[in-house]
């Protein structure tokens, strides 16, 4: 079946450490890739997306993700995570074939929590 | 910096009550969408809306469930009939293209009892 996971519920890390958090997709052709953060209280806000290109593709906060094909990933990451980065985030793709009109499907999210 | 805006915040409904969700999309955007995440599941895809029509819509978006764009700038989900599976917090999102970025609001919070 067609599915978005995050095996990770629920993530800590200490301020200032990496971060990587994982997402994995099953469909039968690359579809587009976003990751989304969503902080307690507000909507949801785009960090980066993968169309095509460069696999490793940068976004704002300081975040970047790498797709690979071979795995069916697309992980987040970020070298030195601040404390205003704890927040829920978000896998989604969209799949664009099948006359798809672009709505995301996403994965169950990972919530971060951020030690002192 | 424009964004989407959702009223009400958060709207407590008996069962079998109709309601009305309102969302103000970014005003150049085109595409319109709405998702719903039941508390502790994920966000999950019900309809989208382009140039006056339904789009696409999933499953869940069954004949309880319609939408509109009553005036160029507004964009409302109605449920006829509200059941208590229909608890959850509703986003509205729009686009400028299709496959561009999709820009949420802040959520709707629906409490049926």
């Known amino acids: 079946a067609q599915s978005v996971t995050q095996p990770d519920i629920h993530i800590t890390v200490s301020e200032g450490a990496s971060l990587e958090l994982r997402c994995n997709y099953s469909?039968?052709?690359?579809?587009?890739l976003f990751w989304y953060v969503q902080s307690p209280g507000q909507g949801l806000q785009l960090l980066l997306k993968y169309f095509s290109g460069d696999t490793l593709v940068q976004g704002i906060k300081g975040f970047e993700a790498e797709f690979k094909r071979s795995q069916s990933s697309f992980n987040l990451r970020k070298p030195s995570v601040h404390w205003s980065d704890a927040a829920e985030y978000f896998c989604?793709?969209?799949?664009?074939?099948?006359?798809?009109?672009?709505?995301?499907?996403f994965g169950k999210g990972t919530k971060l929590s951020v030690k002192p | 910096e424009p964004e989407v805006t959702q009223t009400p915040s958060h709207q407590v409904t008996q069962m079998g009550q109709e309601v009305i969700l309102r969302c103000v999309p970014i005003?150049?955007?085109?595409?319109f969408y709405w998702y719903r995440q039941i508390l502790g599941q994920k966000v999950e895809f019900l309809v989208s809306f382009y140039n006056n029509e339904i789009s696409e819509k999933s499953e869940i978006f069954d004949d309880q469930f319609s939408v509109e764009r009553p005036d160029g700038s507004n964009f409302t989900l109605k449920i006829r009939s509200t059941k208590l599976e229909d608890s959850a917090m509703y986003f509205c999102a729009s686009s400028s293209d299709l496959y561009n970025e999709q820009f949420f609001g802040p959520g709707t919070r629906l409490t049926v009892l």
């Open positions: 005003s150049n955007h085109l595409y």
């Open positions: 989604a793709v969209a799949l664009n074939y099948g006359g798809s009109q672009g709505n995301l499907i």
């Open positions: 469909y039968g052709a690359t579809p587009y």
